[in-house]
């Protein structure tokens, strides 16, 4: 399972003068993983982080397994590029469709939010709910970590393709948001679910509205609230926990740098520096959107 993972790789990564120093990188496809990022301002605020977004090719959700271990794989490299000591899939359409293949290839740690959401749901409640892309929801990943955790628990899973699109877009409180997210929930309600986890970086973005929505008694789990503290329990481990003061975080995406830093900026309460890495297969996705935009 994966504390363990971390220990299977070869750990010449580290042999810098001060590996704790090293950055740890964030990926998604958009600004899902700020979500992510948040948290570990929250519970890691020493580490030095790079956060990647690869806006040029979301959403991620409707691409096939072959395509997101393609993009993933590119984006580790590029990573490792930068130095960086650990990998955060702040993505769980990655995290389903790819972790398990990139954690055999590469050397250096790689966390996904799958296993710490499924944990942290088990422990709230017994009538689950799963809101996810459609990839991940037709991956089954949650359910299957889920019912391996615990087989007394019941699984529902809904797939709701509008939601990155939606956020993408800014369009959080565009009363059709609202509709939408009403849609996808009611199957859920109907079943009395006790817990709800939010199966896509995405969606805690969406949360005054969801919960707006939800039962009272309905408890919300954010996969990235525990990804980043399995995180910190993996820093110690290893001896890779940051004691210097800060530095900023820097962003790098895909797509359009002015885009993502206006977007970002709501959710990071201050605009990023956004620089754009270019990924060939990216760029021509890019241009295929500039084309279809104009
Ligand atoms: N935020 C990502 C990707 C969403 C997308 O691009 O479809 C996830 O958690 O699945």
């Known amino acids: 399972m994966y504390s363990s993972s971390i220990f299977e790789g070869n ?35 020493n580490e030095l982080v790079i956060y990647f977004g690869d806006t040029a090719r979301l959403p991620y959700g409707i691409r096939s397994q072959a395509e997101i271990l393609k993009f993933v794989r590119e ?11 650990m990998v955060i899939m702040a993505c769980n359409t990655s995290s389903a469709l790819a972790l398990e293949a990139v954690r055999q290839e590469f050397s250096i740690p790689i966390l996904g939010v799958i296993l710490p959401g499924a944990k942290a749901a088990v422990e709230q409640g017994k009538r ?19 019912l391996e955790i615990e087989p007394d628990v ?3 899973q809904v797939s709701c393709p509008e939601f990155v699109p939606l956020i993408e877009q800014n369009r959080i409180h565009d009363p059709y948001t609202t509709e939408v997210a009403r849609s996808y929930l009611a199957s859920l309600i109907k079943q009395e679910i006790d817990t709800l986890v939010y199966g896509c970086t995405h ?19 954010d996969p990235a609230v525990h990804v980043v503290a399995a ?42 520096l956004v620089e754009q890495v270019c990924f060939m297969d990216a760029a021509v996705s890019q241009l295929q959107q500039d084309y279809v935009g104009h």
């Open 11 to 45: 750990l010449d990564h580290f042999s810098d003068q001060e590996p704790q120093r090293a950055p740890i990188g964030i990926f998604d496809s958009g600004v899902g993983g700020l979500t992510v990022l948040r948290q570990l301002y929250r519970q890691l605020p």
């Open 75 to 85: 984006i580790i490299t590029w990573m490792q590029q930068q130095r960086v000591k």
């Open 128 to 146: 689950i709910g799963v809101i996810a892309t459609p990839a991940t929801a037709k991956s089954n990943a949650y359910r299957h970590a889920i």
């Open 154 to 156: 019941q699984v529902w």
């Open 203 to 221: 969606y805690p973005h969406l949360a005054p509205i969801l919960r707006s929505l939800l039962p009272p008694q309905v408890k919300l789990v």
């Open 231 to 272: 995180c910190a329990q993996d820093l110690d481990l290893l001896g890779l926990r940051n004691t210097h003061p800060p530095l900023p975080t820097r962003f790098a995406v895909s797509g359009c740098p002015q885009q993502f830093a206006q977007s970002g900026m709501q959710w990071l309460g201050y605009t990023p």
